[in-house]
């Protein structure tokens, strides 16, 4: 079966998605794991982030195309363990290209399936809506993890969009579960900040990690030195809060293996 595949995804923009797709990403390749992340969002902001470079050697876009293949443009960064198959601003072609075209949802997948049993984890970043490419990433996923901040806006929004991953599961890919939302820029003096957070906590009982990942300025320099926070500061709260997130991230994917193996048995 291979590695397990991980969307980071959220209709709403700059939630952290990216942020935590990195960063968590890395924490677990410094673990040991092997890591690829698909960059599946036309800002490009996975590969810009993590310092690399296609050039002409193509993009997730060009594997899609069929004209190059997906195990060609696997690129290393800066962290051992962790790779990239990159993006650029051509793969808001796709939209285009394939929006009207039968099984339009598993173009993805398709190429992802290809590579999987290469890595222990293969995270793909989506781009802000619920539109295309996050139902491609999703249709191609064991997992979803949702970021949120604990603002208005992302609780007001936040239900449709859970909505929408019901339907995907229910109607495209029946494996896909919500291994969670992560509370990210999270201010725990902002009374605003632990109202939001009490709502989360009782709709959606036992989805939210009990890592909360903190408004820290760390984490938005590191990307322009093409660096995780944990590279760039490893003793600084972000850094904190990602190694805490992995240690999470891996018992809770543990506990829903057990669960559906359980299941599977009654
Ligand atoms: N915990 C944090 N502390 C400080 N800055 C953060 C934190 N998380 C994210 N940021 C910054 O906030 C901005 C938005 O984060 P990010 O790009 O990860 O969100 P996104 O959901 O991927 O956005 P988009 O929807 O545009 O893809 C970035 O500039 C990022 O560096
Ligand atoms: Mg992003």
């Known amino acids: 079966m291979g590695g397990l595949v991980v969307s980071f995804a959220n209709q709403k923009g700059g939630v952290g998605k990216t942020t935590l797709a990195i960063n968590l990403g890395s924490a677990l390749a410094m673990s040991d794991f092997k890591v690829l992340i698909v960059d599946f969002d036309p800002q490009a902001h996975i590969t810009v982030g993590l310092e690399v470079s296609p050039e002409d050697k193509g993009t997730i876009y060009h594997a899609i195309l069929g004209e190059r293949d997906i195990k060609e443009i696997i690129f290393p960064t800066k962290v051992e363990n962790l790779f990239v198959v990159p993006a650029n601003e051509d793969l808001a072609g796709f939209e285009v290209e394939f929006f009207d075209k039968s099984e339009n949802q598993f173009i993805l997948k398709k190429e992802i399936d290809k590579i999987r ?18 139902v491609n990433a999703l249709c191609a996923s064991d997992y979803v993890i949702i970021p949120v901040l604990a603002d208005f806006f992302s609780l007001e929004g936040f239900s449709k969009f859970f909505k929408a991953v019901e339907e995907i599961r229910e109607g495209l890919n029946p494996k896909l579960e919500i291994l969670g939302i992560v509370i990210n820029m999270y201010d725990k003096r902002a009374k605003l900040t632990r109202e939001v957070e009490e709502e989360f906590l009782k709709y959606f009982p036992g989805k939210v990690f009990g890592v909360r990942v903190p408004k820290n300025v760390k984490i938005a320099e590191a990307p322009s030195f093409g660096l995780p926070v944990l590279l760039y500061k ?3 709260p972000g850094s904190d809060a990602f190694s805490s997130l992995a240690e999470e991230f891996l018992e809770r994917i543990k506990q829903y293996k057990e669960e559906k193996e359980s299941a599977s048995k009654n």
């Open 234 to 236: 490893p003793s600084s």
């Open 117 to 134: 049993d290469r890595f222990d984890f293969i995270f793909i970043d989506c781009p802000p809506s619920i539109g295309i490419y996050t």
